[in-house]
T-cell receptor, first 108, second 114 residues
Framework: RKEVEQDPGPFNVPEGATVAFNCTYS??????FFWYRQDCRKEPKLLMS???SGNEDGRFTAQLNRASQYISLLIRDSKLSDSATYLC?????????FGSGTRLLVRP | NAGVTQTPKFRVLKTGQSMTLLCAQD?????MYWYRQDPGMGLRLIHY???????AKGEVPDGYNVSRLKKQNFLLGLESAAPSQTSVYFC?????????????FGPGTRLTVL
């Protein structure tokens, strides 16, 4: 079983829609979690950290559910510029473990 | 600041050839990493370094060697390239090792081995 699993998508949504991605992880000892964004043929960039209490950054909300071992990313009022691949990342033994990503396509 | 830079951006090799990928960062970060990214898979850690003169194996180290002779540079070498090493290679650096600080990535090197 992979340490981090994501639905590859693509999620195809209209502008203005709300979309949510989940990511499950197998290592219950993981302490830190992140969402990274990767545009086509570009490098990954940190989108936001994920805290147990949940955190929000503008239209983006990240949640962590330790009991069920998943993290989520909610995007409200989707923009065309949100089209990208979203990578779920956790820290395990001082290393970053990346999921394979969920692709989002926002259409006009 | 240029951040993290990688050279070259693209390269085509024949099986058995060797090459070195160069990563440079100007943020004075202690920690540097080399990843590879293949279709349908997440980034996988090849090797990493916790400081000048030190290196350690990651998840997929076989077929690669690394060196960190200067703090700002991290080199990834392929001694005898194989088609299975066709991939996109990303270098990254960070202030902390434990993931509490973000990793900054270079733009990637697209390598094809024929």
């Amino acid at each position: 079983r992979k340490e981090v699993e994501q639905d590859p998508g693509p999620f195809n949504v209209p502008e203005g829609a709300t979309v949510a991605f989940n990511c499950t992880y197998s290592n219950s000892a993981s302490q830190s979690f992140f969402w990274y964004r990767q545009d086509c043929r570009k490098e990954p960039k940190l989108l936001m950290s994920v805290y147990s209490s949940g955190n929000e950054d503008g239209r983006f909300t990240a949640q962590l559910n330790r009991a069920s071992q998943y993290i989520s990313l909610l995007i409200r009022d989707s923009k065309l510029s949100d089209s990208a691949t979203y990578l779920c990342v956790l820290v395990s033994s001082y290393k970053l473990i990346f999921g394979s990503g969920t692709r989002l396509l926002v259409r006009p | 600041n240029a951040g993290v830079t990688q050279t070259p951006k693209f390269r085509v090799l024949k099986t058995g050839q060797s090459m070195t990928l160069l990563c440079a960062q100007d943020m004075n970060h202690e920690y540097m990493y080399w990843y590879r990214q293949d279709p349908g898979m997440g980034l996988r850690l090849i090797h990493y370094s916790v400081g000048e003169g030190t290196t350690a194996k990651g998840e997929v180290p076989d077929g690669y060697n690394v060196s960190r002779l200067k703090k700002q540079n991290f080199l990834l070498g392929l001694e005898s390239a194989a088609p299975s090493q066709t991939s996109v290679y990303f270098c990254a650096s960070s202030r902390q090792l434990d993931g509490t600080d973000t990793q900054y990535f270079g733009p990637g090197t697209r390598l094809t081995v024929l």
